[in-house]
């Protein structure tokens, strides 16, 4: 015999998505804490998505990028529109060779130095990404975001606590008014926590 179904009540539905807020909050910080951090240039992807939950990109756009890098390899700004997007659609060894192409044409753009950093990380080249840290560091000692991402591939990448614990200490004595200090913080628990007696 099936049970008779009976509408959920009001409060039913508060405590229910009250409860899928605080899971996704969670999911989310999870997520942005081991996944690393966006583009150094603070452009958030706002690509749509195709379904399987990858980031899709115009490829007219990146077609058209190339097309004038085919024409003018010099188009330091071609060359990071391009890696951009495919950074940004999660395509990141293609985004590496625009962004290496970028970087030896703009060898001091920050940004563009530590994206290529973490898009090395993200292919799982983690001694790759940290040299290019070291570059970014060597335009700006207290670069925040590359400081974070050093923290995160030295951590995570090379179980290198000391080493991430140096960044992030740095990066919150640097820059005091970080925005995710907290993150930052918690990260460093973990990394205190890891360290062996």
Known sequence: ???????????????????????????GYVISVQGGPPRSSNVA???????????????????????????????AQAALK????????QRYVEAIGFYQQA???TPGDINLSTDLGTALWYVGRADDAITQYEKSLALNATHAQTLFNLGIVR???????????????????????????????????????????
């Open 82 to 89: 391009a890696g951009n997007l495919l950074y940004d659609a």
């Open 155 to 197: 951590s995570d990448g090379k179980h290198d606590y000391r080493g991430a614990i140096a960044a992030w200490e740095t990066l919150l004595k640097t820059n005091p008014g970080y925005q995710d200090v907290q993150k930052v913080q918690a990260l460093l628990t973990t990394a205190r926590g890891n360290l062996k007696p």
């Open 103 to 105: 970087f030896a044409l």
């Open 1 to 27: 015999m099936r049970e008779r179904y009976e509408a959920p009540s009001q409060y039913s539905w508060i405590v229910y998505a009250v409860a899928v807020v605080m899971v996704g909050g969670m999911a």
């Open 45 to 75: 992807a706002t690509a749509a998505t195709g379904g399987s939950g990858t980031p899709i990109i115009d490829e007219s756009e990146l077609r058209a990028y190339r097309d004038i890098l085919a024409r003018d390899p010099k188009n």
